[in-house]
């Protein structure tokens, strides 16, 4: 059994001071109440650092963890039952997961009241849902006015080789030595690495402000626990503000070898990029990873390439088993943003001018109906294209690894797409790479298309 600790502790350096009724909503465990969210995400900043990413064995090892809301008179206080014993030296709790665990209550507390249940935000609409994302990280402190550009998000798998982590610590490394800082998911793998190498490199450079900012959500936290490194938190509703949280506040960005989810970032990162509003926008990308990563992203360019066309390709750089070089280009597009900010008077620290169109904004729920209704054809604005073959592939994704996908499959039958035949076979051959290279967890031995032609 693992060891667990109950203790009292006061939040760290946020939302000291809650209202009776924000205490009674927090212990509220009706299906209305935030008492189940609270609880899911403080066991999994409680649980930083243990190597697992399965939100269900985690919930069975610690069924018994409880966290309560006490209403005090000088403020609040969190009392914690039967928590994880990692999260603590010699009886008190280390203090970045205290600061974890107390950005968790503040984004709670702050997205249920001011977000969700107040109509100044539409999150129907496009420009409400951008100003919902600006209130979010401006509520938790992110947005740092008085810093010249240096946020470099990365994206990559959270299950990745040995190799593809120590490459990902090189490159956050050299990013780190060009007064460059990090943005990533916050979980492990691919997002850890740059952070373990930028702080390093931080270190040798005397730079004692680094930044090491980790955006999630309720979904996201539950399954990767935020890697200790990170020293602001924020906590998004949903996937997509998340994803848009990431290009308003970064200043270019690197991919890494993941999987399929990968694959998705990227769909949505240059559908944004390729509408015409953002042609003039500068966005440094760089895909990297180590020589023996090279095949899944020529497997992506080659997809890109015949989905998205050459303008596509514009857009990123491939750059293969050099940290160094990567260290340099980003450098070079982050200071090519900040001259483009400083003579269209934009700010530093969100990118308002960027346009995201609602089809990147909207969730999507894969359905039989919704995957049949998706438009996969050239001729649509290819900016409307890659928000569908996102679509598509969120769709093809879930039905093949995802619960609630795999029973609607079983119920009835593949998902039928309307869809140029040569476009699905490239998908297709795309995805089953991805099972090849294993970067793609599959309930069986092989993969079987869930999906049919219509």
Not at 26 to 47: E, I, Q
Not at 281 to 295: E, H, K, L, N, Q
Request: net charge negative; hydrophobic share 35%.
């Amino acid at each position: 059994m693992p060891q667990k600790l109950s203790t009292i502790i006061s939040p760290e350096g946020s939302l000291e001071i809650l209202s009776q009724q924000e205490v009674n909503r927090l212990r509220d465990t009706s299906a209305n109440g935030l008492h189940d969210l609270l609880r899911r995400c403080s066991l999994a900043v409680l649980n930083c650092g243990t190597p697992t990413d399965d939100s269900r064995a985690l919930m069975q090892t610690h069924h018994d963890f409880e966290i309560e809301v006490l209403q005090q008179d000088r403020g609040i206080r969190l009392k914690l039952d039967n928590a994880p014993h990692s999260a603590f030296v010699d009886g008190q709790m280390i203090r970045g997961i205290r600061e974890h665990l107390s950005a968790v209550l503040r984004d709670i507390v702050y997205v249920h009241n001011e977000i969700q249940h107040y109509p100044k935000f539409d999150l129907k609409r496009g420009d409400g849902i951008t100003n919902a994302v600006f209130h979010i990280l401006r509520n938790a402190g992110t947005l740092k006015s008085s810093r010249e550009p240096s946020l470099v998000v990365c994206w990559g798998g959270h299950s990745i080789t040995r190799e593809e982590y120590d490459y990902s610590k090189d490159v956050g490394y050299h990013l780190g030595l060009r007064d460059l800082d990090i943005c990533t998911g916050c979980g492990p793998g691919a997002m850890k690495g740059p952070m373990k190498g930028a702080n390093v490199a931080h270190a040798k450079q005397r730079r004692h402000d680094g930044r090491y900012l980790g955006i999630s959500e309720p979904g996201i936290i539950a399954a990767e626990s935020p890697n200790p490194i990170v020293n602001e938190l924020v906590i998004m509703p949903d996937i997509e503000k998340r994803l848009e949280a990431f290009v308003r506040v970064g200043h270019g960005i690197v991919i890494f070898p993941g999987g399929v989810g990968t694959a998705e970032e990227i769909l949505y990162l240059l559908g944004i990029l390729l509408h015409p509003d953002n042609a003039d926008i500068p966005f440094p990308i760089v895909f990297t990873g180590p020589r023996d990563s090279a095949d899944y992203f020529k497997r992506i360019d080659e997809f890109l390439a015949f989905t998205l066309g050459e303008r596509a390709r514009e857009r990123y750089r491939i750059i293969i088993d050099d940290p160094a070089e990567v260290g340099r280009a980003m450098r070079r597009g982050v200071d090519d943003v900040g001259t483009f900010r400083r003579t269209h008077s934009d700010a530093f620290y969100f990118n308002w001018r960027l346009n995201v169109d609602t089809g990147f904004q909207l969730p999507f729920e894969p359905t039989h109906e919704s995957m049949a209704q998706l438009a996969l054809h050239r001729e649509q604005p290819v900016h409307e294209l890659a928000a569908n073959l996102r679509r598509a592939f969120s769709g093809i994704v879930a039905g093949n690894v995802k619960e609630e996908g795999i029973r609607a499959i079983e119920q009835h039958g593949p998902f039928r797409l309307h869809a140029e035949p040569d476009m699905m076979a490239r998908l297709d051959d795309l995805l089953t790479s991805f099972v090849a290279q294993g970067r793609m967890k599959l309930p069986g031995s092989e993969y079987v298309p869930c999906y049919t032609l219509g």
